[in-house]
């Protein structure tokens, strides 16, 4: 079955970096296009990079912009993502999801991992 | 940005009623709109894509509707399973989230 499994999560100072990591399995995971998703309690879910199924063609929320850098190896069936330059503001679990072309919408996530920036 | 509204922020229903949730787009989304459940520990999962698809494996019970700016998920006979957070999710113009809906037990 189709799975997506986060890692990487962890405390970290402001200004520190942090690389996570999405496992998946159970599918072409070459051929679909991943985003991740954070989600905070003050300020719910958040779009927050996408990355297309050949890696070439990635987009973030300006939010991140600059900071985050998204990639995959699709030898290895997994996606990362890069946090630099860390804020308070970017504390919150990190969530990649499948999209589903044409549609355009997620049809699965992982669960998620907690990354928490303090001093 | 496209600002998705969701009401109520909690909505009490007994088992076995129907619940009827509320997404509000700040400007037309079309169809392309998606409600996932969201329960603690796990993987949000989707129900219902452009509006009124449900997704594969999803119960009968649960049913979308709405175009544009106003979409409505509604579940028809609230199961045990069901209590739990609900999110709107508008794939139009890039991604925004409502701010979810926690169903309670009445």
């Known amino acids: 079955q189709v799975q997506l499994v986060e890692s990487g999560g962890g405390v970290v100072q402001p200004g520190r970096s942090l690389r996570l990591s999405c496992a998946a399995s159970?599918?072409?995971?070459?051929?679909?296009?991943i985003h991740w998703v954070r989600q905070t309690p003050g300020t719910g879910l958040e779009w927050v990079a996408v990355i297309s199924s050949d890696g070439i063609n990635k987009y973030y929320a300006d939010s991140v912009k600059g900071r985050f850098t998204m990639s995959r190896d699709n030898s290895e069936n997994t996606l990362y993502l890069q946090l630099s330059s860390l804020r308070l503001e970017d504390t919150a679990i990190y969530y990649c999801?499948?999209?589903?072309?044409?549609?355009?919408?997620?049809?699965?996530w992982g669960q998620g991992t907690l990354v928490t920036v303090s001093s | 940005e496209i600002v998705m509204t969701q009401s109520p922020a909690t909505l009490s229903v007994s088992p076995g009623e129907r619940a009827t949730l509320s997404c509000r787009a700040s400007?037309?989304?079309?169809?392309?709109l998606a409600w996932y459940q969201e329960k603690p520990g796990q993987a949000p999962r989707l129900l219902i894509y452009d509006a009124s698809t449900r997704a594969t494996g999803i119960p009968a019970r649960f049913s979308g509707s709405g175009s544009g700016t106003e979409f409505t998920l509604t579940i028809s006979s609230l199961q045990s399973e069901d209590f739990a957070v609900y999110y709107c999710?508008?794939?139009?113009?890039?991604?925004?989230f409502g701010q979810g809906t926690k169903l309670e037990i009445k």
């Open positions: 999801a499948r999209e589903i072309a044409p549609h355009r919408h997620f049809d699965y």
């Open positions: 999710h508008q794939y139009n113009n890039w991604y925004t």
């Open positions: 159970g599918f072409t995971f070459s051929t679909y296009a």
């Open positions: 400007q037309s989304v079309s169809s392309k």
